[in-house]
């Protein structure tokens, strides 16, 4: 029931995940997950394929076809569901590529140009708009810089790719097109794991082993989960007011998770020692309840308090 109805059937034929979107919503994620080669859509139906390929291409135009049209119609939506498309897009995309004019894919380069140079003045000059009391200025600061720094890499990258285009060195061109994207993509990912580190549990982890001084203390998330935490933890946690996608569990095993706060402060209170990850707005409940805590780690997001 919850692998196969729960997390298929339901899944896709209604909104009880809470994963819901447009019918188009997968659109503007096909178009970003295509790049560089996005404005190279247009080719794919122009492009003159022989008799005995035209059954491959067939194939891939319902591959694709299908696997976007398909979880389009679902009741969930989330942009990993359409990844298997891109595989036939890549096919088809280096077909059309073998036989491209050099000044079509001029005109392609352009494109992509305009696109990185508006990326990278977005980046440098709007970084007050992305800041935020959950998103600190070092982590857009960072990430602002390594789009810079990427789309630097990108526009040398796309003038050799000019230079070969000028010389009618078309695969050239494309290596250097593709390998500069991806150059420049790795550096933005790069600096985005600044950002990345607000929602890792690896710090915290860290901090509570060094509290727990070599025994294991019972650690309670109360009335939120961070799936970072028990992988950084190297254990399980116990779940306190929070079910979400745990009800199989939670009804099979009882003991191991809490479903009222009212527990959960009976239990921290018998404790010798015990630890718990809570957001903010909880932290301040439990300081209202008269919870004695000492906290260990805070940020804009995460509360982690031991008892004194």
Not at 138 to 152: K, P
């Amino acid at each position: 029931e919850f692998f196969f109805v729960h997390e298929h059937f339901t899944r896709y034929l209604t909104t009880t995940h809470r994963r819901e979107g447009s019918w188009w919503s997968f659109v503007p994620l096909l178009l970003v997950g295509l790049l560089p080669w996005t404005s190279a859509l247009p080719w794919l139906g122009r492009t003159v394929y022989a008799d005995s390929q035209r059954p491959a291409r067939i194939l891939l135009v319902a591959w694709c076809g299908f696997v976007l049209v398909f979880f389009s119609l679902s009741g969930s939506k989330l942009p990993s569901y359409i990844l298997p498309m891109f595989p036939a897009l890549a096919l088809l995309c280096a077909h059309a590529l073998r036989v491209v004019s050099p000044a079509a894919l001029r005109r392609h380069l352009l494109v992509l140009v305009a696109l990185w140079v508006a990326l990278a003045a977005v980046a440098t000059t709007q970084q007050g708009r992305f800041v935020s009391a959950t998103t600190t200025s070092q982590a857009v600061s960072s990430l602002a810089l390594g789009v810079a720094i990427g789309a630097i890499f990108f526009l040398c990258g796309a003038a050799l790719a000019w230079w070969c285009l000028k010389r009618d060195r078309v695969t050239a061109a494309v290596v250097s097109i593709g390998a500069a994207h991806l150059i420049a993509l790795s550096i933005i990912l790069q600096a985005h794991d600044v950002y990345g580190q607000l929602r890792s549990s690896k710090q915290i982890a860290q901090l509570l082993r060094a509290h727990e001084g070599g025994t294991e203390v019972p650690v309670f998330t109360v009335a939120t989960y961070d799936q970072t935490l028990p992988f950084y933890l190297g254990r399980n946690v116990v779940l306190v007011d929070y079910v979400d996608e745990f009800a199989l569990g939670q009804r099979l095993e009882p003991s191991r998770a809490m479903t009222t706060l009212a527990q959960f402060i009976a239990q921290w209170n018998e404790l010798p020692r015990a630890a718990a990850y809570m957001k903010p707005q909880t932290f301040d409940e439990m300081e209202r309840a008269g919870l004695r805590m000492r906290v260990v780690f805070r940020d804009p997001r995460r509360v982690v308090v031991t008892k004194p």
